[in-house]
C-alpha cells in the first residue's frame, strides 16, 4: 500500500475481500487462476483514489465506495490480463503472468470475467452518472488500446498522438476513479470537475512516469518485464525524444531479432535529454493537479494527494536506474498559480 494511502487501509480491505468473494466460483481451473493473478495485485492506485475522494468533506468513508473501489479494480485487472497478452509479458510483480503459465485464450477470458463481475456494483447503484463513469472507463481504455495496436512501430508517432493514447489509456481511468469518489461522497458539481481534473493530470504524469521507468529500471526492482515497449514497437515518450536526434534514430532502428542491450538504451536515455525533459512534463502534469486539488477546499485531502504525487517522483527514483541525474527528480511539484 502506498504511504500516503494509510489511512484507508481498512476500506482497501474491504475493496480487496470484495473482489475475492467475486471471483469465488465453482471451477477449480478458473479459481487457480484467478487466486494466481490477485497474488499480483499491486500498488491499488485506482481504488485509492475512489476511496481517498469518497471523503470529500466527509470523516468517513460512505458504505457503498469499498464496493465501486473493487470495481475499478476489477476493470483495471482485466485491463491487465488483456495488456499482458497483447505485449506478450511474462513476469507481473515478480510472477510469471497468466498468459505465460496458462495461456493467451485463457488470459482474455478470465479478464472478460473480472469485466463481468464490476458490472455486479453498478447494479446496485441509483446514481446514472457512476453507470457513465464506468462506460467512460471502459471505452476510453478499449479505444486507447486499438489506438496504441495501430501505431505499433509507427516511428513517426509524435507527441500529442503519445498524449492521446495515455490520456485514452490511463488519465481517463485516473479521472472517473476520482469522479466516482465525488460522487459516492456527495460533493457538489464543482468539487466533482476538480476531482476529475486531478485525476486526469494525475494520470498524464503517472503514465509518463511509468513510461520512461520501463526504459530505466530494471526487472528486479520493478518486478515485471522492461523494455517491452522497445521491443513491441510501442514508441513512448523517451523514445519519440530520441528519434529526434541521429544518434537516437540510429540507436533505436534495429532488427525485431537483435535488439540494443538494455543498459546501452538506458545510458542514452539519461545522456540524451530524454530522462530529463519527460520528467519535466510529468512535473508539468502533477502540478496542474494539485493545482485542481488546492481548489477542493479540503486541507486534509489536499495533504493526502501531495504526498501522492510526491510519492510518484520518489518512485521514478527508487526503481529507475538513472540516478546519475538527481537533480531531474529531487525537487518536488507544487501546485500551478
Not at 510469471?96 to 479478464?111: H, R, S
Not at 530520441?242 to 540494443?260: M, V
Request: with cysteine; proline share 4%; net charge negative.
Amino acid at each position: 500500500m502506498i504511504p500516503c494511502f494509510e489511512h484507508l487501509r481498512s476500506d482497501l480491505e474491504v475493496a480487496t475481500d470484495f473482489i475475492g468473494d467475486n471471483l469465488s466460483v465453482d471451477s477449480p481451473f478458473i479459481g487457480e487462476m484467478a487466486k494466481h493473478f490477485l497474488s499480483t495485485l499491486g500498488q491499488r492506485i485506482r481504488p485509492s483514489l475512489v476511496l481517498a475522494f469518497s471523503r470529500l468533506h466527509r470523516r468517513s468513508t460512505p458504505p457503498g465506495a469499498p464496493g465501486l473501489a473493487a470495481m475499478t479494480e476489477l476493470v483495471h485487472s482485466a485491463s491487465l490480463l488483456h495488456d499482458d497478452v497483447v505485449d506478450k509479458g511474462r513476469m507481473r510483480r515478480n510472477r510469471v503472468t497468466v498468459n505465460a503459465k496458462w495461456g493467451n485464450k485463457e488470459a482474455v477470458l478470465l479478464g472478460d470475467l473480472l469485466l463481468s463481475r464490476s458490472l455486479k456494483v453498478l447494479a446496485q447503484e441509483n446514481d446514472p452518472r457512476m453507470i457513465e463513469a464506468l462506460y467512460s472507463i471502459t471505452a476510453s481504455l478499449s479505444e486507447g488500446q486499438l489506438l496504441e495496436l495501430e501505431n505499433f512501430g509507427n516511428r513517426h508517432l509524435d507527441e500529442p498522438d503519445y498524449l492521446r493514447i495515455i490520456e485514452l489509456k490511463t488519465a481517463v481511468f485516473f479521472a472517473e476513479c476520482c469522479r466516482i469518489g465525488a460522487l459516492a461522497a456527495k460533493a457538489s458539481d464543482e468539487q466533482i470537475d476538480r476531482a476529475r481534473e486531478f485525476g486526469l493530470q494525475i494520470g498524464y504524469c503517472y503514465q509518463i512516469l511509468d513510461d520512461l521507468l520501463d526504459v530505466t529500471a530494471t526487472l528486479s526492482s520493478l518486478g515485471k518485464d522492461i523494455q517491452n515497449d522497445l521491443l513491441h514497437g510501442k514508441m513512448t515518450l523517451p523514445y519519440i525524444y530520441c528519434l529526434g536526434q541521429s544518434e537516437g534514430r540510429e540507436l533505436l532502428d534495429f532488427p525485431e531479432a537483435r535488439p540494443p542491450a538494455a543498459d546501452r538504451v538506458a545510458a542514452y536515455i539519461r545522456r540524451s535529454g530524454a530522462y530529463d525533459y519527460c520528467v519535466e512534463k510529468a512535473r508539468a502534469h502533477a502540478a496542474a493537479a494539485l493545482s485542481s486539488a488546492a481548489r477542493l477546499g479540503d486541507p486534509a485531502l489536499e495533504a493526502t494527494l501531495e504526498q501522492f504525487v510526491a510519492y510518484l517522483f520518489s518512485r521514478m527514483e527508487r526503481y529507475s536506474a538513472a540516478t546519475a541525474q538527481p537533480s531531474a527528480t529531487a525537487e518536488t511539484p507544487t501546485a500551478a498559480a
